[in-house]
């Protein structure tokens, strides 16, 4: 398969709701899997939704032993997660820097649920349920909002702790984000 392109914010698709999965375990599902993962790991993005290479359905891919885009963050599982429903476990939110391949070269703070539990299918159907905290709960709740057209920039409470990674992360290494 391919290294897709990455919709880039200002682009309608990435604010639409994407669809849900109706049939899993086909070969559509596996060859848009193989993009995503294509991409993501030429992207060296630490997850990627569907809707972010174009295709509107409700699929979001993530999960890393070791980003160098986020080298403080632990090991996140590798997952695929098909149509996803989250629950928030209590109400206690946390700040953490954030950047999206969508929007390259910027990062900025947001607030998410420190635990939730995820629910949702694998490629074959399967079922998925997890309760997760910290960057691997950031992480979920950033991919499932590009499924509701959400980027994260509108999440962002201090704009003023929203800036180039260049600027903010001098050390970063390069790349779009
Ligand atoms: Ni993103």
Not at 4 to 10: A, D, I, T
Not at 102 to 118: E, F, I, T, W
Request: some cysteine.
């Amino acid at each position: 398969m391919a290294v897709k392109r990455v919709l880039k914010m200002g682009e309608p698709l990435l604010l639409a709701r994407a669809a849900e999965v109706k049939a899993f375990d086909t070969r559509e599902l596996q060859d848009l899997l193989q993009d995503m993962r294509d991409t993501m790991a030429a992207e060296r993005g630490a997850g990627l939704a569907a809707p972010q290479i174009g295709v509107s359905l409700r699929v979001v891919i993530f999960g890393f032993e070791a980003n160098e885009r986020y080298p403080d963050a632990p090991a996140v599982p590798y997952t695929v997660l098909i149509n996803p429903r989250l629950t928030p476990l209590g109400t206690e939110t946390e700040e953490g820097w954030e950047g999206c391949l969508s929007v390259p070269g910027l990062r900025g703070v947001v607030p998410r649920y420190k635990r939730l539990r995820y629910e949702g299918f694998d490629e074959f159907g399967r079922p998925i349920i997890r309760s997760v905290e910290d960057f691997h709960a950031r992480v979920v709740q950033h991919e499932v909002d590009h499924l509701d057209g959400i980027l994260y920039p509108t999440r962002i409470v201090d704009l003023r702790r929203f800036g180039y990674t260049e600027v903010l992360f001098p050390a970063a290494p390069p790349g779009d984000d």
